[in-house]
């Protein structure tokens, strides 16, 4: 099955500096790579989610990278706010056109430092 | 909508007794997840649906772990006899197999307590 490796564990920013999250899987038919923020307390929500036809994607002041030949993609965040402190999720999967079972890392507590 | 609609949010129970959690999906979504959430393993997948039927439970645990769909919109998962590891935030997710989005769409989540 899917292995997610993420990392880091924790990762502490100062507010208005970029944070940036890798994940890694190691299923070559995993083609949807989407990314999870939860709140304290609160549910996960997709933030943002990237296709393996395609190398990058941008949404404000989120982008996501992926690099299918070494398994590997990422997660930024420019101009962090303190509203983006959160445990973020890489997720991979093999979505044949709806949400067969991701495979979730084990989520990056993202602290923003005011 | 309201969204996917999870009872109850909290439960705390003595170990051996039976537990049951529900989930109702999202109008109209026709697949179904169950994940547990713990500090040390993250969010695992236990068991999805697909139209109501079980496509994938290789992450139950074990047999006193038992996830039923008895219609397109609801489901409940069961641990009989509970165990204090099995303590965690239980939560069911719903999406529509039928668009390229692939979206989970989370319930608030049952956080669970075995004592």
């Known amino acids: 099955g899917e292995n997610v490796e993420q990392h880091p564990s924790t990762l502490s920013v100062q507010e208005g500096d970029s944070a940036v999250i890798k994940c890694t899987y190691s299923?070559?038919?995993?083609?949807?790579f989407p990314w999870y923020k939860q709140e304290l307390g609160k549910r996960p929500q997709l933030i943002i989610d990237?296709?393996?036809?395609?190398g990058e994607k941008k949404d404000q002041r989120i982008a996501v990278t992926l690099n299918k030949t070494a398994k590997h993609f990422s997660l930024h965040i420019t101009e962090t706010q303190p509203e983006d402190s959160a445990v973020y999720f890489c997720?991979?999967?093999?979505?044949?056109?709806?949400?067969?079972?991701?495979?979730f890392g084990k989520g990056t507590h993202l602290i923003i430092q005011p | 909508d309201a969204g996917v609609i999870q009872s109850p949010r909290h439960e705390v129970t003595e170990m051996g007794q039976e537990v049951t959690l529900r989930c109702k999906l999202i109008?109209?979504?026709?697949?179904l997840f169950w994940y547990r959430q713990t500090m040390m393993r993250g969010l695992e997948l236990l068991i999805y649906?697909?139209?109501?039927?079980?496509?994938?439970d290789s992450g139950m645990p074990e047999d006193r772990f038992s996830a039923k769909m008895p219609n397109a919109s609801f489901s409940t998962l069961k641990i009989q006899p509970s165990e204090p590891r099995d303590s965690a935030v239980y939560f069911c997710?719903?999406?529509?197999?039928?668009?390229?989005?692939?979206?989970?769409?989370f319930g608030e989540g049952s956080r669970l307590t075995v004592l």
């Open positions: 997720a991979a999967g093999d979505s044949g056109g709806g949400a067969d079972g991701l495979t």
């Open positions: 997710a719903s999406s529509f197999a039928g668009t390229n989005t692939g979206e989970l769409f």
């Open positions: 109008s109209g979504h026709n697949s």
């Open positions: 649906f697909n139209n109501n039927v079980p496509i994938d």
């Open positions: 299923d070559s038919a995993s083609n949807y």
């Open positions: 990237i296709r393996s036809n395609v």
